[in-house]
Nanobody, 111 residues
Framework: QVQLVESGGGLVQAGGSLRLSCAAS????????MRWFRQAPGKEREFVAAVSRSGNTYYADSVKGRSTISRDNAKNTVYLQMNSLKPEDTAVYYC?????WGQGTQVTVSS
């Protein structure tokens, strides 16, 4: 079992920044690729970014160039730094490791 707890969401104006965190507990964190997904109202959950066990990173086109995913294995935490936020980034952001999901953190970007 892996428990994932997201934090760092909030209300921000367009053009602003947020850093989301996902703290993991349970099995060895370093053994998992970690991913961020998001789900906007009325839409399906979509992939945002991923970081592999070795630190390789992958991004959805919608956030590429504006977001950075990183992991700190010593702290069992994965981060998502989001810059130049847009109203269309408004969603609940979820952390994922294999079949395990966090409860989500709300990000709201006002225009």
């Amino acid at each position: 079992q892996v428990q994932l707890v997201e934090s760092g969401g909030g209300l921000v104006q367009a053009g602003g920044s947020l850093r989301l965190s996902c703290a993991a507990s349970g099995r060895t964190f370093s053994g998992y690729a970690m991913r961020w997904f998001r789900q906007a109202p009325g839409k399906e959950r979509e992939f945002v970014a991923a970081v592999s066990r070795s630190g390789n990173t992958y991004y959805a086109d919608s956030v590429k160039g504006r977001s950075t995913i990183s992991r700190d294995n010593a702290k069992n935490t994965v981060y998502l730094q989001m810059n130049s936020l847009k109203p269309e980034d408004t969603a609940v952001y979820y952390c994922n490791a294999d079949d395990f999901w966090g409860q989500g953190t709300q990000v709201t970007v006002s225009s």
